[in-house]
């Protein structure tokens, strides 16, 4: 079971590494009680509450170098709690990905309750599987990376859809 960190704060984004990247916790956040968190490496510009996946160009830091999805069929290894970016001029290029657990999630549109969740070609943005007709990306979302399922059948005015990953 993952342990409390004392000064984790995962709504906030690093411009230097304030733990070891892979550091896994439980969240600190009251509303997210019980939910398990990563300190990951942004490698581009990662929005807040995007799904993210796995960096396999850079070998340094693999496995918690993270983009945002971005195709059809992608491996999700979790949720953004905070926008993370890379660029020369913001330089946040550190912080948390919630692994387990209930999250926020980006959404291309409403998905029922129960849905399993499916990468799109939109950055960071989950569609549910009966929208998405991609038959390998519902494989994939069901056998490798932590499931991600809708809890809430209304999205938010944000565009965001509440899941539990896990």
Known sequence: MAAFVLGANPTVADQTAQFPIGTEIQDPRTAFSGNVIRY???NGTIAVNAAVRQDYTDETNEPHAMLAT????QNVQGVSIAALSSSVTNNNVFGWITVKGK???????VAAAGSLLVT?????????FATNTDVTAAIIASFSGPPIVSIDSSAATDGTLSVFIG
């Open 40 to 42: 990951v490496k942004a």
């Open 70 to 73: 971005s195709a059809t069929g």
């Open 103 to 109: 999250a926020s999630v980006l959404t291309a549109a």
């Open 120 to 128: 799109t070609a939109t950055a960071g943005t989950l569609d549910d």
